[in-house]
T-cell receptor, first 116, second 115 residues
Framework: NAGVTQTPKFRVLKTGQSMTLLCAQD?????MYWYRQDPGMGLRLIHY???????AKGEVPDGYNVSRLKKQNFLLGLESAAPSQTSVYFC???????????????FGDGTRLSIL | DQQVKQNSPSLSVQEGRISILNCDYT??????FLWYKKYPAEGPTFLIS?????DKNEDGRFTVFLNKSAKHLSLHIVPSQPGDSAVYFC??????????????FGQGTILTVHP
């Protein structure tokens, strides 16, 4: 059981380049999330999705776009990368029961992205 | 505005002793709290959670305490083991219908357990 898989694991980009980070989950979770982790700031929510075909903004959405065309996949795009987007990106997923307090988020192992 | 704060960046404990990690929050709408553990080059893994209707939740060596009036929670690890050395994140959520499980994380505390 793979859980949440993120690709790629590492990437170096030049300023202005674009790229897409892929997140795939095999747990049939409805909810999916993208976070970024920066030193001293914990994890901050970028965008999230509550089901196939839906997306919504989180705390720090600027400079990112997302798509959820299939239930198991959640893509994070950087159209024009900037050095401020150098970070570790984590994808997570969870069930969508009414009482989600019993459904913690499951995380992938992250993508380390450096933008020069 | 940091709504969830872990004011201790690091904690060092001897093996076998108790580790106490603290977390404070400011948003009174938060009513579900979680602790995640993170090893280097891995994603956070869920450790333990507590709902605001409780003040304590135990799972083996791990106990989380919640003081709603003080907006404070703590994670106790007893006894601490070298394998517990990791970064611990506190997270909070509003269980309201439109929050969709979104989590607000603290900055993390690096726990080091010495043999």
């Amino acid at each position: 059981n793979a859980g949440v898989t993120q690709t790629p694991k590492f990437r170096v980009l030049k300023t202005g380049q674009s790229m897409t980070l892929l997140c795939a989950q095999d747990m049939n979770h409805e909810y999916m999330y993208w976070y970024r982790q920066d030193p001293g700031m914990g994890l901050r929510l970028i965008h999230y999705s509550v089901g196939e075909g839906t997306t919504a903004k989180g705390e720090v959405p600027d400079g990112y776009n997302v798509s959820r065309l299939k239930k198991q996949n959640f893509l994070l795009g950087l159209e024009s990368a900037a050095p401020s987007q150098t970070s570790v990106y984590f994808c997570a997923s969870s069930y969508s029961t009414g009482d989600y307090s019993n459904q913690p988020q499951h995380f992938g192992d992250g993508t380390r992205l450096s933008i020069l | 505005d940091q709504q969830v704060k872990q004011n201790s960046p690091s904690l060092s404990v001897q093996e076998g002793r108790i580790s106490i990690l603290n977390c404070d929050y400011t948003n009174s709408m938060f009513d579900y709290f979680l602790w995640y553990k993170k090893y280097p080059a891995e994603g956070p893994t869920f450790l333990i959670s507590i709902s605001s209707i409780k003040d304590k939740n135990e799972d083996g060596r791990f106990t989380v305490f919640l003081n709603k009036s003080a907006k404070h929670l703590s994670l106790h690890i007893v006894p601490s083991q070298p394998g517990d050395s990791a970064v611990y994140f506190c997270a909070a959520s509003d269980a309201g219908g439109t929050s969709y499980g979104k989590l607000t994380f603290g900055q993390g505390t690096i726990l080091t357990v010495h043999p």
